[in-house]
């Protein structure tokens, strides 16, 4: 069994239920790349002004919402890919880190003819995509972070939430019950139990255990960018549910103070998972913000 210590293991263990996601209705492009040591899986799908989409632990570029996908790629050419060692994208041989992570993307845009886009990170993705704004600022027009921490160590989630994230006891199908607890309030989960179960009843990719434990270790070992954030000049939008156990929204309140110029948009009742909650005001946050 692999142990994760990051708090982003919640979605992995969520997305290990039956299941998986599909863009049916979206026209897509799906491809390959050689980056440095790895190739890189891609998705690039509408077209207009580049927006590179990161995801977060252990995801794929199938995590994103279809609904997100589709209403953003109607306005962006939105590029999706797989994180090193996630899905299609080899691991390589170069060690996991955050900032490696962050020179992976910015030598996808680069093999893609991408010189400067738009970039939205969800969770472990805004570190990513802080570091590729701190490391090859040029390349971010505007920046995007979704559920964003500067340290795993600043607002972490609380005790009872970490004990229920460890808590292995009973079958997946009960263990994944607990845990959809804390990527939705209650009061939301009471009212949408179809939507759950249309939202986890489709393939979501896959990736092997041992680069989810790599993965994990590089959140573990990243130093964040809290001492950072003043050096981020491009243009930034924050988005934070304001019921988000995992990625609690002090981390957003302390980051709007710590970059400048930066923008704050909280969505109410939201938890970690607000792409699947309320896409439609996901999208139109960022779509206002990019005007």
């Known amino acids: 069994?692999?142990?994760?210590?990051?708090?982003?293991?919640?979605?992995?263990?969520?997305?290990?239920l039956p299941?998986?996601?599909s863009l049916a209705g979206c026209?897509?492009?799906?491809?390959?790349?050689?980056?440095g040591d790895i190739t890189m899986e891609y998705r690039s799908v509408g077209s207009g002004y580049p927006l590179i989409m990161i995801m977060g632990f252990r995801g794929t570029m199938d995590f994103w919402s279809p609904d997100i996908i589709e209403v953003l790629?109607?306005?962006?050419?939105?590029?999706?890919?797989?994180?090193?060692?996630?899905?299609?994208?080899?691991?390589?041989?170069?060690?996991f880190t955050i900032e490696q992570f962050a020179d992976d993307t910015a030598g996808l845009m680069k093999a893609l003819g991408i010189e400067r886009a738009h970039v939205l990170g969800w969770s472990m993705g805004t570190e990513i995509a802080q570091e590729l704004a701190l490391r090859h600022p040029g390349k971010v027009n505007s920046l995007i972070l979704y559920a964003a921490d500067c340290s795993m160590s600043a607002f972490p989630p609380s005790q009872d939430v970490l004990e229920i994230m460890s808590d292995t006891s009973g079958p997946p199908e009960e263990q994944g019950k607990r845990l959809i607890g804390l990527l939705f309030p209650q009061?939301?989960?009471?009212?949408?139990?179809n939507d759950i179960k249309k939202?986890?009843?489709?393939?979501?990719?896959?990736?092997?255990?041992e680069n989810i434990e790599r993965q994990g270790v590089a959140m573990d070992?990243?130093?964040?960018?809290?001492?950072?954030?003043?050096?981020?000049?491009?243009?930034?939008?924050?988005i934070t549910g304001t019921d988000d156990v995992l990625t609690p929204p002090q981390n957003s309140y302390m980051m709007v103070e710590k970059i400048p110029g930066a923008r704050l948009v909280t969505i109410e009742n939201g938890g970690h998972g607000v792409i699947y909650q309320y896409p439609?005001?996901?999208?139109?946050?960022?779509i206002d913000f990019l005007k």
């Open 187 to 193: 009061r939301w989960i009471k009212d949408h139990v």
């Open 221 to 238: 070992t990243w130093k964040g960018s809290c001492d950072r954030l003043s050096q981020i000049k491009c243009p930034t939008l924050l």
């Open 1 to 16: 069994m692999v142990t994760v210590k990051s708090p982003f293991a919640l979605i992995s263990m969520l997305l290990l």
């Open 280 to 286: 439609q005001k996901f999208c139109g946050a960022i």
């Open 73 to 95: 790629s109607s306005r962006y050419r939105v590029i999706t890919f797989d994180n090193r060692g996630m899905g299609g994208t080899t691991a390589g041989t170069r060690q």
């Open 19 to 21: 299941g998986l996601l």
């Open 27 to 35: 026209a897509a492009t799906r491809g390959t790349q050689r980056v």
């Open 199 to 209: 939202i986890f009843s489709r393939p979501m990719g896959d990736s092997p255990p």
